[in-house]
């Protein structure tokens, strides 16, 4: 018998042994590299300032530790809690910001994109909720693209990252500062 992905395996030993990949400032590796489905492990701890729009469906099983989703919906910040054991499915196109406050674990099972159904990763602005910036495309490697959009926005000087709508500086890659202000004007219960 010649198995494509190997027998079965343990994954709380794999995950043991990809403690490194999964700790920052990655905390994410792919189970299966080479399948049809997009299998990651993700860890932490780990704040993010970027909001994702996938147009497939996102399952998250939160295996060990809590964490939480800040969503942008029409226009409103919400927030999403994920307990540790707790199974999720989110929607097409629901608006994402995964914030991992623990070294924990989530296995997150995700469709390869359709052929001219764009990801797109966005940045609102933390007073107001207007879209600061947006980049997009055609997703073909989770790991490879996404570090690229990435670079789009933080590497614009201040004047760049200003709201179109109220005059306010996105604070860019620095989670710390944006989830504060966002916390604290939006009444959120996690910042
Ligand atoms: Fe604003």
Not at 35 to 47: A, L, R, S
Not at 103 to 111: A, D, F, R, V
Request: one cysteine or more; hydrophobic letters at 35%; a negative charge.
């Amino acid at each position: 018998m010649n198995l494509q992905y190997g027998l079965p395996a343990n994954l709380m030993a794999w995950a043991e042994q990809n403690h490194d990949k999964l700790s920052p400032p990655v905390c994410n590796a792919a189970v299966f590299p080479d399948g049809d489905y997009i299998i990651n492990m993700v860890g932490g701890p780990n704040y993010r300032t970027d909001f994702h729009c996938n147009p497939t469906e996102e399952i998250f099983y939160q295996i060990k530790g809590n964490a939480h989703l800040n969503i942008w919906d029409r226009g409103k910040f919400e927030q999403i809690l994920i307990k540790e054991g707790d199974i999720f499915l989110l929607p097409a196109n629901l608006i994402h910001s995964p914030q991992r406050p623990e070294p924990g674990l989530c296995l997150l099972i995700e469709k390869p994109r359709p052929e001219g159904h764009p990801d797109a990763l966005n940045w609102y602005c933390a007073n107001c909720a207007t879209l600061v910036f947006s980049a997009s495309g055609q997703l073909t490697n989770l790991v490879e693209n996404l570090p690229a959009w990435y670079q789009l926005f933080y590497q614009k000087p201040d004047a760049e990252r200003v709201c179109p709508s109220c005059g306010e500086v996105h604070a860019g890659k620095d989670a710390q500062t944006w989830l504060a202000r966002f916390k604290d004007v939006h009444q959120m219960a996690y910042g």
